[in-house]
């Protein structure tokens, strides 16, 4: 298959009643096992290289890796950079190679988001790349709180910045290690009521399963990201892996015992979503 966008994604999704897994990648090997995952289930994925994996590895590295794993796939993969805070970080992943950026002005002034997401979504759409933006600010586990999405300010966002996908604030919060968020069901439906744009959920990992389903299925939450819960597999089975074997030094060798692992996990999310 080829390099996909998130309008390429998204829009069958909403259409269709399910949602694309966006997946949090720190390296070669998750990445790779994520494509495997989306091969196995025959549906699409969206790679995502956050701001952890920027500071680690440099964008024109994760740009040839992610387009590289594309060019392989048997189906359709997006090239996303997510949480981007300013436009030039933007450009600047356009022009590794990226077909998806999402800028994050959440924490901005309405105006101010508009302004600036405008901005990178007239820039990306003259290269034929997507814009994921945010409204109301989705917080993080042990950190900052969450403040819900304004259904009105959503609408002003939606029509003022022509984003191909939107974020939004419901209760879903980052970096959760059990499944413990509260949506507001409420909220959701009078933001879908308002707008047309594909939704996102960040903080995918915290929410239950059965959820994640119901909402693919009948609402315009199409994108799920998900993090955390597939840390907790990678650093489980790497710990596993360890003991099992005392003598084993080779990170070729350890990271390749629990990629098989990686790609389960994904494949159980991805399931969770799909049609
Ligand atoms: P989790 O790590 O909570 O699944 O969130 C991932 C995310 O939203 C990345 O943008």
Same mark, same amino acid.
Request: aromatic residues 6%; hydrophobic residues 45%; proline residues 4%.
């Given at each position: 298959?080829? @390099?996909?966008? $998130? ?22 090997? %998750? ?10 289930? %025959?549906? !699409? ?14 964008? !024109?590295?994760?740009?040839?890796? /992610?387009?590289? @794993?594309?060019?392989? *796939? ?6 996303? &950079? ?16 990226? #077909? #998806? +950026? ?7 002034? $309405?105006? =101010?988001?508009?302004?600036?997401? *405008? =901005?990178?979504?007239? &820039? ?12 109301? /600010? ?19 966002? *939606? ?7 939107? *974020?939004? #604030? ?17 909220? $959701? ?6 707008? %047309?744009?594909?939704? +996102? ?18 609402? =315009? ?15 489980? #089975?790497?710990?596993?892996? &360890? ?5 084993? /030094?080779?990170?070729?060798?350890? $990271? ?20």
């Amino acid at each position: 298959m080829t @390099l996909a966008t $998130l309008k390429d994604v998204l829009t069958p999704a909403k259409r269709d009643g399910y949602a694309v897994a966006g997946l949090v990648v720190l390296g070669w090997e %998750d990445a790779r096992a994520y494509v495997a995952a989306a091969n196995a289930e %025959d549906v !699409p994925v969206i790679l995502q290289a956050g701001p952890g994996c920027r500071a680690h590895t440099p964008l !024109p590295v994760l740009a040839a890796m /992610f387009r590289h @794993l594309a060019e392989t *796939a048997t189906v359709p993969v997006v090239a996303h &950079l997510d949480h981007a805070r300013s436009v030039e970080e933007c450009e600047e992943a356009i022009r590794c190679g990226f #077909s #998806s +950026v999402m800028f994050d002005g959440s924490q901005l002034a $309405l105006d =101010k988001n508009i302004e600036e997401t *405008a =901005k990178v979504t007239r &820039l990306a759409h003259r290269s034929g790349v997507s814009v994921e933006g945010e409204i109301g /600010f989705v917080g993080y586990d042990g950190g900052a709180s969450s403040h819900g999405t304004d259904p009105e300010e959503a609408r002003l966002f *939606a029509d003022g910045t022509g984003i191909d996908a939107m *974020a939004i #604030s419901i209760g879903n919060v980052h970096l959760r290690r059990a499944r413990s968020a509260k949506l507001d069901f409420g909220l $959701l439906r009078r933001i879908e009521n308002l707008t %047309d744009v594909p939704l +996102v959920l960040h903080g995918g990992s915290g929410i239950p399963h059965a959820q994640r389903r119901m909402l693919a299925l009948d609402s =315009k939450v199409c994108k799920f990201n998900v993090g955390t819960e597939l840390r907790q597999v990678f650093g489980a #089975s790497l710990r596993a892996e &360890l003991a099992n074997n005392i003598g084993e /030094f080779d990170r070729i060798r350890l $990271l390749a015992a629990i990629e098989p692992s990686l790609c389960e996990a994904a494949r159980a999310i991805i399931r969770t979503f799909s049609r």
